[in-house]
């Protein structure tokens, strides 16, 4: 089973569960937890092959969208939540997405950061140069190059040095395992926009998030269950770049939809 951990407020509670993405851990939300906590219960989860998740029997595992999207389903199973709001950054979006149409009773609402939902030209290029090259050079030497041109600027420095911080945890066999997803994003995101789900989804994107911001925005006009925050002076991975708005926003919008407010004790007559 993947490395998960929880901070558990009551059963009153709502769920958070967090997917952090590619290369990273569940370590990316550090400037969330404190926050999340006051309100819900959290999950942390960290995916297969990263952070603390190196257990052999999921490492041996086929490594598809699918596989990896059960992983997170019988952490949640495992401790009994049937139902949760999830918040993603970048590839865990992905997956959340994905959740979503395996089990869409599990997904109560969604907060997808630097959200992946179309392919741009940059990006396919980028895919190509690093399925042409995986093997012959450095993973860290490609990680870095895709982290600066996911985050180039000198304010996106601190995200990107999380980021690739992260990666250095994992081995090359493991990057290329996770790499070779790449060649089913495409067709996947392109199911997910014919079929749509009725799930509450919240946008949360950088302003400077140059390669995924405007499909996103352009799939938000034709979307009744979705609305799009974009956050000034933030590239990709937002919640990094800018916490303290990604916190205010996403915990204003799960509160709309959480199952009940928890009771203020009242205090005894004396």
Not at 70 to 81: A, G, P
Not at 180 to 205: G, I, S
Request: hydrophobic share 40%; with cysteine.
């Amino acid at each position: 089973m993947l490395y998960y951990k929880t901070y558990e407020l009551s059963d009153l509670h709502d769920w958070v569960v967090f997917i952090h993405g590619a290369g990273g851990s569940s370590s990316v939300w550090y400037k969330q937890v404190k926050e999340f906590k006051k309100h819900f219960n959290v999950l942390l989860i960290d995916l297969r092959g990263h952070g603390k998740s190196r257990n052999p029997l999921i490492l041996n595992k086929k490594y598809s969208f699918d596989n990896v999207s059960l992983d997170i389903i019988e952490v949640l199973d495992h401790i009994n939540i049937n139902k949760a709001h999830f918040v993603g950054i970048s590839l865990g979006t992905i997956l959340i997405r994905n959740i979503a149409e395996i089990d869409p009773t599990r997904v109560k609402t969604m907060v997808l950061g630097g959200a992946v939902i179309r392919l741009n030209t940059r990006v396919k290029t980028l895919i190509w140069l690093g399925n042409l090259s995986k093997r012959f050079i450095p993973y860290m030497w490609l990680y870095k190059f895709f982290a600066w041109c996911l985050m180039p600027k000198k304010r996106h420095h601190e995200s990107r040095i999380l980021f690739v911080n992260q990666a250095k945890k994992l081995c090359q066999k493991e990057f290329i395992k996770w790499f070779k997803l790449t060649n089913d994003v495409a067709p996947l995101l392109v199911y997910f926009e014919e079929n749509k789900v009725n799930t509450p989804t919240l946008y949360v994107m950088g302003q400077e998030d140059y390669m995924f911001l405007y499909s996103v925005e352009e799939v938000v006009k034709k979307s009744k269950q979705a609305r799009l925050e974009v956050i000034q002076d933030s590239g990709h991975v937002c919640n990094v770049d800018q916490p303290e708005l990604f916190n205010q926003i996403s915990i204003e919008f799960i509160k709309g939809y959480c199952k009940q407010s928890v009771p203020k004790a009242v205090p005894l007559a004396t």
